[in-house]
């Protein structure tokens, strides 16, 4: 969905009555479902609130807001359409907190956010799909994998620790095309390349991805694709539940210290079949988050547990 009609659909639905929001539609008979226990599954992963919880936070820190005082902000619009593309269903007099932004800590108390540390600790993070418009968008991948060409590829900001420490290991090695492609600061500007569109990365049969603040956000595409994502276990999750990923079965898995990355290349590299394994898993993958009514029933039902815990 380009950014217009993104914009288009956010603010009909602010303005339109919210009679035409009836959530029971999505949610009558879903116990019926065949797939219901893959639908509650997903809740429960993504809200893992478990009792009732006192939401008087302490004074100075409260930011709980009514259904119906919540307004289109000038800033991080991308939270609002997709938090009130489901909140829209639910009584206006309900009380919720929305933590936006790149959430890479865990919450002291029950908040709706896109993204949380894969830990045991995470539970006041409740997730939902935010700012899906950029992190949360699949390709058509046309060029077989064995068509692709060998070069490790990367384009992106580099801003953080990790990818600087990347960048300077393998910058100027020949098997590989890195590049830092936004603002220029003396920690990346030895790294700098032009922009490249998905397609130019989808010429390549590995792809790199690392996380940024949180997830990194090429991973969805890239699972989608003929090409594998080449990263580290994944330290933060959001809707697409990385923290259920798995090391060379949805990618290939490379070590926190990068001293690996090419013993695992030249692997697949020599055994395409394994290779094309992984990329049928990630494809797989993906596969569970396209059903689009499916998404909303699992997205109304995971405020509905939120509601139901928070009072």
Not at 18 to 32: A, G, P, T
Not at 97 to 111: K, M, Q, R
Not at 241 to 267: A, P, S
Not at 271 to 291: G, L, Q
Request: charged share 30%; hydrophobic share 35%; with cysteine.
């Amino acid at each position: 969905m380009g950014r217009f009609l993104y914009n288009v659909k956010g603010i009909l639905r602010y303005l339109l009555p919210r009679i035409l929001f009836d959530k029971q539609k999505y949610l009558d008979n879903v116990e019926q479902r065949s797939d219901y226990k893959y639908i509650i599954d997903r809740v429960n992963y993504y809200n893992k609130l478990d009792s009732k919880i006192d939401m008087q936070v302490e004074s100075g820190c409260n930011k709980k807001i009514a259904i119906k005082d919540y307004k289109i902000p000038k800033k991080l619009i991308n939270y609002f359409y997709d938090s009130y593309e489901y909140l829209v269903y639910f009584p206006k007099d309900l009380e919720f907190i929305l933590e936006s932004g790149d959430v890479n800590y865990n919450l002291s108390y029950p908040s709706l956010t896109k993204s949380r540390p894969i830990d045991s600790n995470n539970k006041n993070n409740i997730l939902l799909n935010l700012d899906k418009i950029r992190h949360f968008s699949f390709v058509e991948d046309k060029i077989p994998f064995c068509a692709k060409d060998d070069i490790l590829y990367f384009r992106g900001g580099v801003y953080q620790e990790h990818r600087i420490r990347f960048l300077s290991k393998y910058f100027h090695d020949s098997r590989c095309d890195l590049g830092h492609t936004g603002s220029i600061a003396e920690s990346n500007k030895a790294f700098v390349k032009p922009k490249s569109s998905k397609q130019e990365h989808l010429r390549h049969k590995f792809i790199l991805s690392l996380e940024g603040n949180d997830v990194a956000s090429n991973l969805k595409w890239i699972m989608n694709s003929n090409s594998i994502a080449i990263m580290p276990k994944p330290k933060f999750e959001t809707w697409f539940m990385e923290g259920r990923l798995k090391g060379d079965y949805h990618y290939i898995e490379i070590d926190d210290d990068y001293n690996n990355v090419f013993e695992k290349i030249d692997y697949y590299k020599n055994n395409p079949r394994k290779a094309e394994v992984i990329i049928k898993n990630a494809n797989s993958y993906c596969k569970e988050f396209m059903d689009k009514n499916r998404e909303i029933i699992i997205s109304l039902l995971v405020l509905e547990k939120y509601f139901k815990f928070t009072n």
